[in-house]
C-alpha cells in the first residue's frame, strides 16, 4: 500500500495552555496530510466529477497518543493507505518529531456522491481511484 510523508511546525495557536499541543488539532493535521497525499495522486477529498459532487466523508476517526508535542516542534507526519474496501479506505498516520513517536492516528472515509436527491450516497470506489489507493 502507498503512503506519503509531510511535515509540520507546530504553531503557538496550536497548544493550550500547558504549551502542548491540544489533542484535537492532531485531527486537523490529519486531515491536511490525507489532502496532501490525495493530491500527490491526482485528487482530492472532494470534487465535481460526471457533473456531481464527489468526495470522502469521515466516518471514523480516532488517535492515540504516546508523548506531548510542543510549540515550535517539527512534526513528520506519514500518512499510510491501511485498507482500501470496495467503498472505503482507511489511513493511518504516524506523527513523529525526530526519533520520538508522538501519536498514531486513523480515518476511515466512504466514497460518496451526491444523489439525485441532494443528499449523499455511498458508492463503489471508482476503477481508477482504486488502482492509486492501492499502490
Same mark, same amino acid.
Given at each position: ?8 511546525? !507546530? @504553531?503557538?495557536?496550536?497548544?493550550? &495552555?500547558?504549551? %502542548?499541543?491540544?489533542? *484535537?488539532?492532531?485531527?486537523? =493535521? &490529519? @486531515? ?7 493530491? /500527490? ?6 470534487? /465535481?466529477?460526471?457533473? $456531481?459532487?464527489?468526495?470522502?466523508? $469521515?466516518?471514523?476517526? *480516532? #488517535?492515540? =497518543? ?12 506519514? +500518512? ?5 474496501? $470496495?467503498?472505503? !479506505? /482507511? =489511513?493511518?498516520?504516524?506523527?513523529? #518529531?525526530? *526519533?520520538?513517536? %508522538? ?8 466514497? #460518496? $456522491? ?5 443528499? &449523499?450516497?455511498? +458508492?463503489?470506489?471508482?476503477? @481508477? %481511484? ?6
Amino acid at each position: 500500500m502507498p503512503s506519503f510523508q509531510t511535515t509540520r511546525r !507546530v @504553531e503557538f495557536g496550536d497548544t493550550d &495552555m500547558a504549551g %502542548i499541543v491540544h489533542f *484535537a488539532n492532531f485531527f486537523r =493535521y &490529519m @486531515e491536511a496530510a490525507e489532502t496532501e497525499f490525495l493530491r /500527490t495522486l491526482g485528487f482530492s477529498v472532494a470534487w /465535481t466529477q460526471d457533473g $456531481r459532487r464527489v468526495g470522502f466523508p $469521515r466516518v471514523s476517526v *480516532a #488517535c492515540d =497518543y504516546t508523548k506531548p508535542a510542543l510549540f515550535g516542534d517539527l512534526l513528520t507526519v506519514t +500518512v499510510t493507505v491501511e485498507k482500501v474496501g $470496495r467503498k472505503s !479506505v /482507511t =489511513y493511518r498516520f504516524d506523527f513523529t #518529531c525526530g *526519533a520520538d513517536a %508522538i501519536a498514531t492516528g486513523r480515518i476511515t472515509s466512504v466514497f #460518496c $456522491r451526491k444523489g439525485d436527491d441532494g443528499g &449523499m450516497e455511498s +458508492v463503489e470506489l471508482p476503477p @481508477e %481511484i482504486r488502482v492509486k489507493l492501492e499502490g
